[in-house]
């Protein structure tokens, strides 16, 4: 190679590197993330999408419609829940679209989801190597369309996202509808000086949009999933809980809390590091998010070999109380878990329960709060 061959290479590589630095993607929704950009007319067939590349930002494959608000599904019209445009997966049908991400980092993904057949539908949500099957059987929303999060690790500095719909039903064109993709960093969990719980207030979650009125779920996941609540887990076969926003919802501590939407059937679980034999002291809040979820609330929490039972009355306008559990760590590992007692119903007939926020573990000998207590 010539020398000024050479500069000229070594250039282009600066100045590709520079921009591989800067263009990782920012927090919000992604490059068409809403659908709005339509395909053009001549790869459309009806509403199934016919090119590839049709859709601007995204590629596709297998069965795709492009569902505009007012368009008939059926006998009823499906209201999107942003602008005016959807996206529906058919059988086995994907949509992807490839992300300039920092490599290392921890993301989440936000996205509006609509089940339309009556069947157990699922989406297959992919950021390689991770992948997991996403249930969206249960509607938590009186629209249908509910927020769901979910969370990986960019191993490369590129990274196709790939949401799939795995099902596949006699009709070819049911299938989830889709929309509103949104990205978000996710900051590493710190741990504080007084509490051994990291993410205790819950203020490191998934992206909201300020048009998200209804929260957005978190999913259950297994224990090695990447968690968009990290380091707090959703435990459940296939009920999620959802987390709420001080901006729509009435939030005991900070800007954000979570709601227990699924009864006994989801649990919010985190484990810590203790020491066996400590004594330890877990506090936290228990209140209701203001959304007219009304009635007999309770939130059972397990730590150790203890546990209480915090029982809260809602009138659905916000408002907590503190609950309280002492125990003795029997391990190095203590997990520590939230469960709702009860199933809560709001007046149209959506899911709804308990707040859970602002939660502390302290283990110590001296305990100062213990010691006036004995
Ligand atoms: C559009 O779809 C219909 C039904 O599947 C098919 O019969 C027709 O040939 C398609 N039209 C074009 C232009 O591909
Ligand atoms: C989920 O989607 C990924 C990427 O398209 C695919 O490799 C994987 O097989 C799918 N999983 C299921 C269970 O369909
Ligand atoms: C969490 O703690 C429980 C015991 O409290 C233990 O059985 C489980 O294996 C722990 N999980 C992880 C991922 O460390």
């Not at 590589?13 to 490059?31: E, H, K, N, R």
């Not at 249960?138 to 690790?153: K, L, N, P, R």
């Not at 939230?338 to 959506?350: C, E, I, L, Q, R």
Request: aromatic share 8%; with cysteine; proline share 7%.
């Amino acid at each position: 190679m010539a020398p000024n061959a050479r500069h000229a290479a070594l250039l282009l590589l600066v100045v590709c590197l520079a921009a591989g630095a800067a263009s990782a993607i920012q927090d919000g929704m992604l490059p068409n993330g809403n659908f709005e950009e339509a395909p053009p007319k001549s790869q459309l067939n009806g509403t199934r999408v016919t090119g590839r590349n049709a859709i601007p930002r995204w590629e596709i494959s297998g069965y795709v419609e492009y569902i505009r608000s007012d368009q008939k599904q059926g006998d009823m019209i499906l209201p999107v829940p942003e602008g005016a445009a959807a996206v529906r997966l058919g059988n086995d049908a994907s949509i992807q679209q490839r992300l300039a991400l920092t490599r290392g980092a921890h993301y989440s993904i936000t996205f509006s989801a609509a089940r339309t057949c009556a069947q157990a539908e699922q989406l297959n949500v992919t950021a390689a190597p991770e992948s997991d099957i996403l249930p969206i059987q249960t509607v938590y929303t009186s629209s249908g369309w509910d927020s769901y999060s979910w969370a990986f690790e960019a191993t490369a500095s590129s990274v196709s996202l790939i949401i799939h719909n795995p099902g596949v039903t006699e009709d070819a064109a049911c299938g989830p509808m889709i929309d509103l993709f949104a990205i978000k960093a996710l900051q590493p969990p710190q741990s504080s000086k007084n509490n051994l719980l990291k993410n205790g207030d819950f203020e490191e979650g998934p992206y909201f949009f300020p048009s998200t009125q209804y929260g957005v779920l978190v999913p259950p996941m297994d224990e090695d999933d990447f968690s968009p609540l990290s380091p707090w887990m959703v435990m459940s076969s296939t009920k999620s809980v959802k987390y709420v926003d001080a901006a729509h919802h009435a939030v005991p501590h900070g800007a954000r809390a979570v709601e227990l939407v699924s009864g006994m059937e989801t649990a919010l679980v985190q484990n810590v590091s203790t020491v066996p034999g400590l004594p330890c002291r877990l506090q936290f809040s228990v209140g209701d998010a203001g959304n007219a979820c009304a009635g007999s609330m309770a939130v059972q929490a397990y730590a150790g070999r203890g546990s209480v039972k915090v029982p809260y009355q809602s009138k659905g306008k916000g408002g907590y109380k503190r609950g309280v559990l002492d125990f003795t760590a029997i391990a190095d590992q203590t997990r520590v878990v939230f469960v709702s007692m009860a199933y809560n119903m709001k007046p149209d007939g959506t899911l709804c329960g308990p707040v859970v926020d602002d939660v502390s573990l302290v283990c110590t000998r001296n305990h100062p709060a213990r010691r006036l207590l004995l």
